[in-house]
């Protein structure tokens, strides 16, 4: 059995990730450190998990019980607590926050980006820490991809996506407050969303010319999980063409499908799936990506992840429903 350990274990993606641990065929959940929540039930906070788990948090880390630790902690706050608290080096990491995502220059990490559908070959041969991607991030490089792979964005990029309130996470807000956000929606970081880098890092990696704008429109929506990414770009291929060259990119991936039908929300809402659609339009290609924020978007890559790093199969633990109604 993997024994694995969480760090910051009290908010969503923390409790999505207990979930899938829990249930997962080849993992003991160890430990789960949350220093406000220590001695207190797992369940006091999740309760979703009640009679499935009767552990409690701890303030400690017991390493010699731990092979994969995951970080659920805010970002800034992983590098911190990995420079103050020294990892043996045959414990594999996984972070789900932002503090490793982007390539150092100077070698001062050495974290593979944890996008599967990108980067599946260095978690199979022997990579030990990742960097799990951002929600937005994810759904937006699935929907350009194959473009980038095959060198075809020669446009600016526009996107304008819309998530759930537990995107903002557990921690209560002024724009998380039910009666603000119920029945509304505003936009905020215009242009200068916190995933662009990495959106931006994974185009020029696999596109080397590439040196368009990618101009980014996030949105706050009424509803509680899932993101809807609506991208378009000027393209010269047809839709066929197009459309092959999507299904060959992600026909081998375990979670990344291409549909005729416009996707909902609901196609992939509790699951680990992506789903994408497109359509060209008076020579604009439209791409729509649908995923989970909390899963696909987060606790559900880090386990899918996880499985790559110790040799599992890529859907083990992750053959979730969707919830349709």
Known sequence: MIRAGIIGGAGYTAGELLRLLINHPDVEVAWVHSTSNAGNLVTDIHQGLIGETNLRFCDTTPWEETDVVFFCTPHGQSRTFIKENPIPEDIKIVDLSNDFRLKSSDDEHDFVYGLPEMNRKPMVRGAK????????????QLALLPLAKNHLIKSDIHVTAITGSTGAGVKPSATSHYSWRNDNVSIYKPFRHQHLGEIMQTMRELQPDFDAEINFVPVRGCFSRGIMAIVYLDIDEDIETIRQMYEEAYSDHSFT??????????????????????????????ITSVIDNLLKGASGTAVHNMNLLFGLSERTGLNLKSSAF
């Open 129 to 140: 820490h990742v960097a799990n991607p951002g929600c937005f991030a994810t759904a937006i």
């Open 257 to 286: 499908f291409v549909t005729d039908k416009q996707p909902d929300l609901k196609d992939v809402v509790n699951t680990n799936k992506c789903v994408i659609h497109l359509e060209k339009v008076d020579g604009k290609l439209l």
